[in-house]
């Protein structure tokens, strides 16, 4: 049973950090990623790493502010946030695609985790 979840959301300050952590198991996974969700707004891609290669594809508006990375011993996936806007205010979710490329696409993913919330507080 494969399965995803997500860690490390919580409320903070604009120009704040947050790390989110994404525990995988059940099997392996070409590429895992990162996708949001504001109220009233479609899932949008964040942020995504293969899981073997670590190359990595991320969203303009979070370049140079957030980070993906992975620990392959541990299965888990994690995205630093740095300088936090209010617009990164939304419910942030896991994702995994089990065949190439990275994609953006919500619909491209084959497994979710619940998702943790991030507000943050202008």
């Known amino acids: 049973q494969v399965q995803l979840v997500e860690s490390g959301g919580g409320l903070v300050q604009a120009g704040g950090s947050l790390r989110l952590s994404c525990a995988a198991s059940?099997?392996?996974?070409?590429?895992m990623g990162w996708f949001r969700q504001a109220p009233g707004k479609e899932r949008e891609f964040v942020t995504a790493?293969?899981?073997?290669?670590?190359?990595?594809a991320s969203a303009d508006s979070v370049k140079g502010r957030f980070t993906i990375s992975r620990d392959n011993a541990k299965n888990t996936m994690y995205l630093q946030m740095n300088s936090l806007k209010p617009e990164d205010t939304a419910i942030y979710y896991c994702?995994?695609?089990?065949?190439?490329?990275?994609?953006?696409?919500?619909?491209?993913?084959?497994?979710w985790g619940q998702g943790t919330q991030v507000t943050v507080s202008s």
């Open positions: 994702a995994a695609r089990r065949l190439p490329p990275i994609l953006s696409t919500p619909a491209n993913y084959d497994y």
């Open positions: 059940g099997r392996t996974f070409y590429a």
């Open positions: 790493t293969s899981w073997s290669y670590g190359s990595t």
